[in-house]
């Protein structure tokens, strides 16, 4: 047992070849074995995952995040130039310097691939919560960053997310304006969330307040995709030209 937090090096929990234990085994079971190895070796160490992540902890690979993202010709270098789509790994992403000024990052999949991409733009699909993924590339840092995503408490709460990492991150599409536009069109978030964010503009922060209290109805949702092409058009070009 003192050679288990070095024993999964090279390896993914999968390929553990243990007598009478199949390749599931670990996976299914973790929390119990974290359990039995806390007993067993207590000075394993714990890194910075949860107490159940065996991978981290004893130096197993981990599943690698995935990025899905649009893009126009060039904008990638070497073999990709001239793809239109890709799915890559989170890791490998991070390494490229896309020729792109800017990055929208949409949180509908239908209304990602519909998206006409602007002119020296990228389009990444943000798939919810897992901004924080996407957030990470550090090639952000020096890209016009847009995000637009559902008109409700959990679309702003993944817009404050992403200004964690990217702070230079602005809305698109998830105003007042829009909102009040496209009353017959509102549906009801089924679970609001009322966390303090602090990441928002003034006028996010205040329509966000708004949606909490339930101000214009009892739960106002605007879903990304019930807004009306016109309008994702109208701000499309806004966009592309520079007006704000």
């Known amino acids: ?9 090279g390896l993914y929990l999968r390929q553990v070849d243990a007598p009478g234990v199949d390749t599931k085994f ?26 159940t992540d065996l991978a981290g902890r004893f130096g197993y690979l981990s ?18 130039s001239g793809l239109s789509e890709a799915t890559l790994r989170i890791d490998e992403l991070a390494r490229l310097d896309p020729a ?16 006409p991409v602007p002119a ?16 990470s590339l550090p090639w952000l840092s020096g890209k016009d960053v847009c995000y637009w995503g559902d008109l409700d408490t959990h679309g702003f709460a993944i817009l404050n997310r992403l200004r964690h990492s990217c702070p230079q991150a602005r809305s698109l599409l998830m105003d007042r304006a829009t909102l009040l ?18 990441r928002l503009t003034p006028a996010e922060g205040d329509l966000y307040q708004d949606l909490v209290e339930d101000t214009f109805a009892p739960a106002v949702r605007l879903e990304q995709e019930r807004i ?17």
């Open 63 to 80: 599943k690698p995040g995935y990025v899905r993202l649009r893009f126009g010709p060039d904008a990638l270098p070497g073999t990709l």
């Open 228 to 244: 009306g092409w016109p309008t994702v058009e109208v701000a499309m070009t806004h966009l592309s030209s520079g007006v704000s």
């Open 100 to 115: 792109a000024d800017r990055v929208i990052v949409l949180e509908n999949e239908i209304t990602y691939l519909a998206l």
């Open 181 to 198: 536009a496209h009353r017959e069109r509102w549906g009801t978030e089924p679970k609001q969330t009322t966390a303090h964010l602090d």
């Open 26 to 51: 670990v996976e299914q079971h973790r929390r119990v074995l974290a359990d039995l190895v806390d007993v067993l070796v207590p000075e394993a160490p714990t890194g910075d995952g949860p107490r």
């Open 120 to 135: 020296g733009s990228i389009v990444l699909w943000g798939a919810g919560y897992t901004i924080s993924v996407a957030g």
């Open 1 to 9: 047992m003192d050679r288990l937090p070095r024993c999964g090096r």
